[in-house]
């Protein structure tokens, strides 16, 4: 599993199948998700002042591929024209990476894929969850680091920092045992100067009217019959 789809299976509802965020939004989340991998394996960085590149732009470092074929398709359109500051890099990201991560976790057996019509009339795709094992052991993992104060590793201080940056931590964690107050102290706290995250709301922040109005578009009727 990458950071992308600790991220999709968090977002997706087990039993509906249905994502708590849709359209580009959730497209943002898990490209900034492959961004964060590939700024953890030291893949890509961000460049700083007094480079020959413009500080703050993403840049290759190292080429060699990861093994995974996602992030070596990221890899390589990371390294594609000219550097780009973290949040327009996401539309670059992007173009096929939800397809090809929600076709291989059905590949794997992790989700289902079911087609149905709200109302008989509007098609719908749902995942609902075919083996949760990986997921719930996430989740063990997220609520030690938020509600028992555990340090996270890079990788889980990433899925809690890309959650924070929709606003989805209690949304997809629910009932920590702790107070609501305390998990969103300590997710603000993780977050903090997270690139990743960064990227992800400041590229979500950038969404024109009419991907707004589709975003609510497909959550309604997600939430149909």
Do not use: C, Y
């Not at 020959?52 to 591929?65: I, K, L």
């Not at 045992?177 to 995250?197: E, K, L």
């Amino acid at each position: 599993m990458i950071l992308a789809d600790d991220l999709l299976l968090l977002l997706t509802d087990d039993r509906s199948g249905r994502p708590a965020e849709t359209g580009v939004r959730l497209e943002n989340v898990v490209a900034g998700a492959a961004l964060t991998e590939l700024l953890l394996l030291s893949r890509v960085r961000l460049t700083g002042p007094g480079e020959s590149v413009r500080a703050g732009r993403v840049v290759v470092e190292d080429a060699t591929p990861v093994g995974d074929p996602l992030l070596d398709e990221a890899l390589r359109r990371v390294g594609h024209g000219t550097p780009k500051a973290p949040h327009t890099l996401l539309a670059h990201l992007r173009p096929g990476l939800l397809e090809a991560l929600r076709a291989r976790l059905v590949e794997r057996g992790v989700l289902r894929v079911e087609a149905g019509r709200v109302l008989g009339l509007f098609p719908r795709t749902s995942w609902p969850a075919e083996d949760s094992t990986h997921e719930a052991q996430l989740r063990e993992r997220l609520r030690e680091v938020l509600a028992l104060g555990r340090e996270p590793s890079e990788r889980e201080a990433g899925v809690v920092a890309l959650l924070h940056a929709v606003n989805r931590v209690q949304n997809v964690l629910g009932d920590l045992g702790v107070p609501g107050g305390q998990v969103r102290s300590r997710a603000t706290t993780i977050a903090q100067r997270h690139v990743g995250a960064d990227a992800v709301r400041r590229a979500n922040n950038a969404l024109g009217p009419n991907d707004a109005v589709m975003a609510v578009a497909e959550l309604g009727v997600a939430g149909l019959g």
